[in-house]
């Protein structure tokens, strides 16, 4: 069975600081998406990780693809509130690319 | 352009009912996919249709079913609702290709709460 973990659950900082969430499995995935989700909205895709070391920005955002492609993080420099929201990882299930296995998020709060 | 559009955006409904949710993809998109997110979880996959067909099923019970419309829109129906079928049921419109098989975009969601 394919899982996704993501770690921390909760994270509470204030703003400027900096910070990295982790997304780890013991499964192989082809590729791994993070999405942000704010209350009352769908998630909305941030980034799509393919190659194994793979590094990707956006604005103060940086995501970053395991080698073994079996984990990803994301680090995001002088957080501002605007980051506050539900930052989700997600990746193709095995037998069907249409199909996507989530992990349960980290709940991230910026504080002004 | 107009997004993904789902209604109702929220209901209350009791134990034992049924339930129909509706979304409209992305003008141009032919396929949806549709995903239950119980509050504290990531979502979890229920179906996918594409040009009318049933492409793709999670693990849900036979009281969840759905069908796309020759429009592209789609229907989510669950039956004798439970307790558990409580959660946030999203809808996911996908562009056609191949490489649009993971460019989700998202509805703002049906919030259902059963009593």
């Known amino acids: 069975t394919q899982l996704l973990e993501q770690s921390p659950q909760f994270l509470s900082i204030q703003e400027g600081e900096n910070l990295t969430v982790y997304c780890n499995s013991s499964s192989v995935f082809s590729s791994l998406q993070w999405y942000r989700q704010e209350p009352g909205e769908g998630p909305v895709l941030l980034v799509t990780?393919?190659?194994g070391g793979e590094v990707k920005k956006l604005k103060r955002l940086t995501f970053q693809f395991g080698d073994a492609r079996k984990d990803s993080s994301l680090h995001i420099t002088a957080a501002q509130p605007g980051d506050t929201g539900l930052y989700l990882c997600a990746g193709p299930h095995m037998d069907s690319n249409y199909q996507l296995i989530w992990g349960a998020g980290t709940k991230l709060i910026i504080k002004p | 352009d107009a997004g993904v559009t789902q209604s109702p955006t929220h209901l209350i409904k009791t134990r034992g009912q049924h339930v129909t949710l509706r979304c409209s993809p992305i003008s141009g998109h032919k396929s949806v996919s549709w995903y239950q997110q119980v509050l504290g979880q990531g979502p979890q996959f229920i179906f996918q249709y594409y040009e009318k067909e049933e492409r793709g099923r999670g693990n849900f019970p036979d009281r969840f079913s759905a069908r796309q419309f020759p429009n592209y829109s789609s229907e989510l129906n669950v039956n004798a609702l439970l307790l558990g079928d409580s959660a946030l049921y999203l809808c996911?419109?996908?562009?056609?290709?191949?490489?649009?098989?993971?460019?989700?975009?998202f509805g703002a969601g049906s919030r259902l709460t059963v009593l």
């Open positions: 990780v393919v190659t």
């Open positions: 996911a419109s996908l562009p056609p290709g191949a490489a649009g098989a993971n460019v989700l975009t």
